[in-house]
């Protein structure tokens, strides 16, 4: 190999065709051969000379990198005139022509427009040398802070949870080698003995430092405080800084021992808050949570199926937990699921059986179907789509039967939702064309016409979404209609609904996906509420979208606002046109403006919400 | 204040330094005709008689030779002082002008090169070249065709069968591979340099493709480490080539040092003679020098250890002189005895804590450690009251200094240095850790304080004026509050700032550049104070003595140059590196210097006679970081191989290797006690290694200082407590604060 490499070095020399090409450049004509043969190795020496000169600076410079400099300090050191304002942003800056028997180099130098220049705004200037201290080592233990490295990366988090027997500390193994050795040389009968010792996992300690202690204590208490600007912190913090690796197992108790007692509490709002917690650690890059899914997985379940999270069933908005828990739970079985875990078949299973179980209630059966639904079409198609008879069957009875109680009925008005909400775009991508409400009603039951007006809009929001290219940075999509329950009545011709341009006055312009078809007929009541922050907080706030429309995870984006300082500034209501149907509701579109700075590639999908909801997932749940 | 008396002759800086009691030597060797170094009595001796018995004709030519390159170079009046010299026999081949400061290292780089008992009639004839070839690389740039380039290499002039040059090489290579196991890899050390000597001989005769030729075909044989110098030779194919090429220069000036035993020895001569191949043993002669040992022959990790270096190892004899590696002995200071301080310490309950501590201190400066020099070998400025202050302060802090070991490792504080876009190229904190200098790519200097104390200008000169001199608080006075700032920039270099130093009043700052000069700046004006011109190319390093005055620099000229602030031209010239100048480092006691080379080797001067006492060889890439611990009795050394060598200084010999880093070492520190070396690297990581266990472990074992072999066990394992990664910082430099917290520094590079 080296041999090789060296005798590479040797006989590299520059063509002899460039030494022509450069003769010509300054003026001369006919080289000979010979000349351009010994010019070329002469040239090759030199700069080789020069290229090792060069490298001292680098060395001296405390750098990795050769820079131009380094090339002109070795120029200097050699007596030769460095040079001087050569720039050019190609590699080779001369272009080659022929033609009429004749080759030529030719610099290619464009015509600049000075005003061009003038006009280009200065670019940034560089920010000055600061300094800046932190602790790398604390007596001889290295802190885990954003300025240090991950003390554990996410690959050795990994193969540790998952193959516990090959993986010891770096220092350890080691330690273990060098002991090996020794030991294996002095008594040759004891070394089966010491294999299976160095074998064994090292115990981990996981105790925390005061630091750590004090920094678990203001995270817990602020994730589960009443402060939604500390909270937002805290999350943040949860989902960013590098050093949890120690304290997972604290946050990880900390979560389902909380989830534990406020489930027998029905406080919605806690559960929420810890919910969320679950979310920024798996957000975490540098976290690996296999080793905790046991604590966790039970926590996110009982937030998805549990009989009751809250205190008044039949208005706080549990569903809007239920969700987010489900879809908590896809992301994990899609991130841990492995063949020898098999999280994904197990919480299945779950799911289902409590659900085929008739004696289950509206609550459970929503959470079970959330849960299912979003582990992805493929589980939709095989479980959830033959059972729709039957559910719809059982909606039927709750929906136009004798009034039992309020509470069934709003369940499975949630259910009836949920599930149009899932199947009607896997629908559309398994069935052929043409929707015909009578063969939906025999094949899907009760649910049948919904399903088919459902599909039928899945199915050009589909067509719309194809045609759409540029994406505007604040997008407005059309709201699911199937995530509205008011629409059942509707038959399936209902045109799609208009998008509207809104001017805002703080000069925010909302886009729809699709302009040019301002005035389509019977456009619905529509009411648009557009909040702003005031320019001047800075608190941020975690925003948890929840109709997104393609991906199942959900979208969670930091937006600056302050719940305290929102004004609806426009409020626009397009006068319901009395000539449509009158059990037509009044649909509300909250969207929070940005500061414009912060605007960009920010994403926000406003969110229907036709009940009291308590506000906890941000604003967008607000009505 | 450091002003510079314009014009000082030589005879005044003698005045200016012997300011106390003179020592003879000392005196002896500056009223030598002017120089400013001179080589020691011996040695020169030496040299002459051996040129002496070669016959003058050579000597002559030499002289002559010299004598046309200065009047080339105008130089009359040297050329004078030269023709009325020249009868001498004495070393006087390059007398020093006035102005002729940077030519000045030739004569005694061939005086260091000499010192040997090599009793070969050949010698004279190579010595004469030497001397003539080291003068060379300063001056290569100038002329085309010195007469003393060609003396250099007329030596390659003979003649022999190109053809032959393989089946030699190869001959020699299947009789080494066939002696017995113990010879075999004493013998294998002849390769290399027999390899590069034939190579050059077909170069400069003109046989470009049996050169080639002989080059791929042996090339591959060489130990890796000598890869960097097999790439410049491999570059290197034509005769004019090699006119001006600095490594083949020190290749031909300077002698390869072998050490072979006795056996391994007659075993090769008689190969040789039998087999009349005198090409070879010409080669042996003439370009080789060994080292004959009795005894057994070494083993091929004993050989690997000590080799790697540009010439090869160091002769015994070069290390043998008496180094004087102890203290000095701390000034008696009367410690005001804190009243407070004492009754907060006994009412915490722990008198009996700080009793036996202080004893240590105390027992330390009173007792005269019989390895250390004279407290006056060389004349160090006398304490000012500030010092002596200081001096109180570092006591106190040291009373309060963490006891470090494996069970307890120190705090490391990092400064990351961020927006340095690649720029940063030095850094240095004070001694008492309150101010944080950096050296920039963009020639600028910058000094940031740590503590909460701003840095303010004195004011102006108007302004002083109507400051009441009697007052009390009238060094707060002077200070202009509103130039108050956390940092302050420093520019007047015209090139990349590479060494930069505190002086440890803490009044002055040192700082080194590309643009060849060194730079003393008052931290009190904030202005450039002297700039100090000698180095005609890039100064790689710069260091203050611990006691200050002094100063060291060492740069691409090769030379390691004295200075004192005060004197515009330098006190010694420590000549005798084959390549760049590194790292400069002062020892503790301010008597030696260390400097670590790209040659590959580290050297150890002595102030007083500008001698060179140590050679240590065994880095396998340029040396980048160097380290005295605190009792002066070891050395530690960094380099870009990622390797830190551990040295005994009494011995001469290496007496540790701790490998783990994986590329450049930059920076070294040894804890204040000693007890903790901290190794910081281009690899991002800060390691900490266990000092004491590793110096410990040596005592036990007898040392065999006779043959200067060594045993060096790999316990790099052990050793090392701790590795600590930054992200993406390259660690440049490390420091241990009076109580043992140790900063690091470095930028960060996104």
């Known amino acids: ?623 | 204040m450091a002003a510079v008396q314009g014009g000082l002759v030589d005879a005044d800086e003698d005045k200016d330094i012997k300011t106390e009691a003179s020592n003879d030597s000392w005196g002896n060797n500056n009223a030598n005709d002017g120089r400013l170094l001179s080589p020691s009595p011996g040695s020169s001796a030496s040299a002459g008689s051996n040129k002496s018995a070669a016959g003058a004709s050579e000597e002559q030519q030499t002289l002559l030779a010299v004598l046309q390159f200065l009047r080339k170079n105008k130089l009359t009046e040297s050329v004078e002082i030269l023709r009325r010299e020249a009868g001498l026999p004495e070393d006087s081949l390059e007398p020093k002008g006035a102005e002729s400061s940077g030519a000045g290292s030739g004569g005694a780089s061939g005086g260091v090169d000499l010192e040997g008992g090599d009793a070969s009639s050949l010698l004279s004839r190579v010595t004469a070249s030497s001397t003539a070839g080291a003068q060379a690389p300063t001056k290569v740039a100038a002329g085309e065709d010195q007469p003393d380039v060609n003396v250099v290499l007329s030596a390659y002039s003979q003649q022999g069968d190109p053809a032959l040059y393989e089946v030699y090489y190869s001959g020699l290579k299947r009789f080494i591979e066939s002696v017995l196991d113990c010879h075999r890899a004493e013998l294998s050390q002849v390769f290399y340099p027999l390899f590069v000597h034939m190579y050059l001989e077909l170069v400069y005769n003109n046989h470009e493709s049996e050169a080639k030729a002989f080059f791929e075909k042996f090339s591959g044989d060489q130990e890796c480490y000598y890869e960097d110098d097999l790439r410049v030779l491999s570059s290197l194919t034509k005769k004019e080539h090699m006119r001006g090429n600095e490594t083949l220069l020190d290749f031909r000036t300077s002698k390869f040092v072998l050490r072979i035993s006795r056996d391994s020895y007659q075993l090769l001569k008689r190969h040789l003679q039998e087999r009349q191949n005198n090409q070879i043993w010409n080669i042996i002669q003439e370009h080789l020098y060994i080292d004959i040992f009795d005894g057994m022959p070494r083993s091929k990790s004993q050989i690997d250890a000590m080799s790697g270096s540009l010439a090869g190892e160091a002769k015994r004899e070069a290390n043998k002189a008496k180094v004087y590696y102890g203290l000095l002995k701390e000034p008696e200071i009367e410690l005001p005895l804190d009243d407070e301080d004492e009754e907060a310490e006994n009412e915490e309950g722990k008198p009996k804590k700080k009793k036996p501590k202080k004893d240590s201190l105390g027992s330390k400066s009173k007792k005269q450690d019989p390895n250390a020099p004279s407290q006056n070998r060389i004349p160090l400025p006398e304490l000012k009251d500030s010092d002596k202050l200081d001096k109180i302060m570092y006591m106190k802090e040291a009373t309060k200094r963490i006891r470090l070991g494996p069970d307890n490792l120190p705090s490391i504080c990092f400064y990351s240095f961020l927006n340095a876009y690649q720029g940063l190229t030095a850094v240095d904190f004070t001694d008492d850790s309150s101010l944080i200098a950096g050296g920039f790519a963009d020639s600028t200097v910058r000094v940031w304080s740590v503590t909460p104390k701003k840095l303010r200008k004195v004011k102006s000169a108007a302004d002083l004026n109507l400051i009441d001199k009697e007052s009390d608080d009238v060094l707060e006075r002077i200070m202009d509050e509103k130039t108050a700032s956390e940092s302050k920039i420093l520019c007047g270099h015209s090139g990349p700032v590479y060494g930069i130093s505190f002086s440890p009043d803490r009044n002055y700052l040192l700082s080194s550049s590309e643009d060849g000069t060194v730079r003393l700046w008052s931290l009190q004006t904030f202005t450039c104070l002297v700039g100090y011109k000698g180095h005609n190319y890039p100064v790689w390093d710069t260091q203050f003595s611990p006691h200050g005055y002094y100063f060291v620099s060492g740069g691409h000229d090769r030379v390691a140059r004295l200075w004192a602030t005060d004197h515009y031209q330098p006190l010694r010239m420590f000549s005798g590196h084959l390549a760049d100048v590194t790292c400069t480092r002062f020892h503790p006691n301010s008597n030696y210097v260390a400097t670590g080379s790209s040659d590959r080797t580290i050297r150890l001067w002595d102030v007083l006679n500008g001698n060179c006492v140590r050679i240590f060889t065994g880095h396998k890439g340029p040396i980048h970081a160097l380290a005295f611990s605190p009792n002066g009795k070891f050395l530690a050394s960094g380099a870009t191989d990622g390797r830190v060598l551990l040295w005994d200084i009494g011995h001469g010999l290496m007496v540790g290797e701790l490998k783990g880093h994986t590329d450049t070492i930059y920076s070294l520190r040894f804890s204040r006690d000693g007890e903790i070396l901290a190794s910081g690297s281009m690899d991002n990581t800060v390691r900490l290694w266990d000092a004491t266990k590793a110096f410990d472990d040596l005592e036990t074992d007898d040392f065999t200082a006779a043959t200067g072999h060594i045993h060096l066990q790999d316990n790099s394992q052990e050793l090392l407590l701790g590795t600590y990664m930054t992200k993406s910082t390259p660690v440049i430099h490390l420091h241990f604060t009076r109580r043992n917290l140790l900063l690091a520094a470095g930028a960060y590079n996104p």
Not at chain 1, 66 to 76: E, G, Q
Not at chain 1, 297 to 320: E, F, G
Not at chain 1, 336 to 346: A, D, L, P
Not at chain 1, 596 to 606: M, N, V
């Open chain 1, 1 to 623: 190999m080296a041999e090789e490499r060296r005798q590479k070095q040797c006989s590299v020399i520059l063509p002899t065709e460039s030494m022509k090409a450069m003769a010509e450049s300054v003026g001369v004509g006919q080289l000979q051969e010979e000349s351009c043969v010994a010019i070329s190795e002469e040239v090759s020496y030199r700069i080789k000379e020069i290229a090792q000169d060069a490298l001292k600076f680098m060395h001296h410079g405390k750098r990795r990198k050769l820079t131009t400099s380094d090339i002109d300090n070795a120029l200097k050191l050699k007596n030769v005139e460095p040079l001087y304002g050569f720039q050019s942003q190609e590699f080779i800056p001369f272009r080659f022509a022929s033609g009429g028997g004749r080759e030529l180099h030719f610099y290619e130098e464009r015509e600049v427009d000075l005003s061009d220049i003038i006009n280009t705004p200065l670019p940034r200037v560089p920010l000055d040398v600061s300094l800046k201290a932190h602790w790398l080592s604390i007596e001889g233990v290295q802190p885990a802070i954003p300025e240090n490295p991950p003390p554990a990366p996410k690959e050795q988090q990994k193969a540790e949870s998952t193959e516990p027997l090959k993986v010891a500390k770096p220092g350890q193994e080691e330690e273990a080698a060098i002991q090996g050795k020794s030991q294996g040389a002095t008594a040759a009968d004891g070394k089966g003995k010491e294999k299976g010792l160095i074998r064994l996992k090292p115990r981990s300690t996981h105790e925390l430092s005061v630091e750590q202690q004090l920094y678990y204590k203001e995270i817990t208490e602020a994730c589960v405080g009443s402060c939604e600007a500390k909270r937002a912190e805290a999350l943040q913090s949860i989902a960013t800084d590098p050093g949890l690796y120690q304290m997972l197992p604290r946050f990880s108790t900390f979560i389902s021992e909380g989830v534990r007692v406020n489930v027998v509490q029905n406080n919605l709002a806690l559960l929420i808050y810890l919910m969320r917690m679950v979310k920024a650690l798996m957000d975490n890059p540098t976290l690996y949570l296999e080793k905790y899914l046991h604590e966790l997985i039970p926590a996110v379940v009982t937030c998805i199926v549990s009989k009751q999270l809250c205190l008044r069933p039949d208005v706080d908005n549990h569903w809007a937990l239920r969700d987010f828990a489900a879809r908590l739970m896809a992301q994990s079985c899609k991130t841990f699921s492995t063949t020898t875990n098999n999280i994904q078949s197990r919480i299945t299973k779950t799911f289902t059986k409590s659900w085929l179980d008739d004696k289950t209630q509206w609550t459970t059966r929503y959470g079970c179907i959330a849960g299912l639904a979003e582990l992805g079409p493929d589980v939709i198609k095989t479980l959830i789509l033959p059972r729709l008879t039957v559910e719809g069957a059982r909606i039927k009875a709750v929906m136009e039967g004798p009034v039992v109680s309020n509470i069934d009925k709003i369940g499975a008005d949630h259910v009836q939702s949920l599930l149009l909400k899932h199947c009607a775009s896997v629908i559309a991508k398994i069935r052929p064309q043409p929707d015909n409400v009578e063969q939906y009603r025999t094949d899907y039951g009760y649910l049948g016409p919904m399903l088919c007006s459902h599909v039928m809009k899945a199915r050009t929001q589909a067509a719309l979404q194809a045609q759409q290219v540029n994406r505007t940075t604040l997008t407005i999509t059309q709201p699911r209609p199937t995530l509205s329950v008011s629409q059942s009545g509707l038959s399936g011709s209902t045109g799609p609904r208009t998008p509207s341009i809104i001017k805002v006055p703080s000069s925010l312009t909302l886009m729809s996906p699709r302009p040019g078809t301002p005035s389509q007929p019977s456009p619905p009541a529509t009411k648009y509420i557009v909040m702003a922050t005031s320019a001047g907080t800075a608190t941020t706030q975690q925003v948890i979208t929840l109709s997104s429309s393609q991906s199942a995870s959900p979208v969670t984006s930091t937006v600056p606002s302050a719940t305290s300082t929102l004004q609806p500034l426009v409020k626009l209501e397009s006068g319901s046109g009395p000539g449509l149907t009158g059990s037509r509701p009044l649909q509300k579109y909250i969207v929070v403006s940005l500061p414009s700075s912060a605007s960009s590639s920010l994403e926000i999908l406003p969110c229907l919400v036709q009940l009291k909801t308590q506000g906890l997932f941000g604003l967008n749940v607000k009505g």
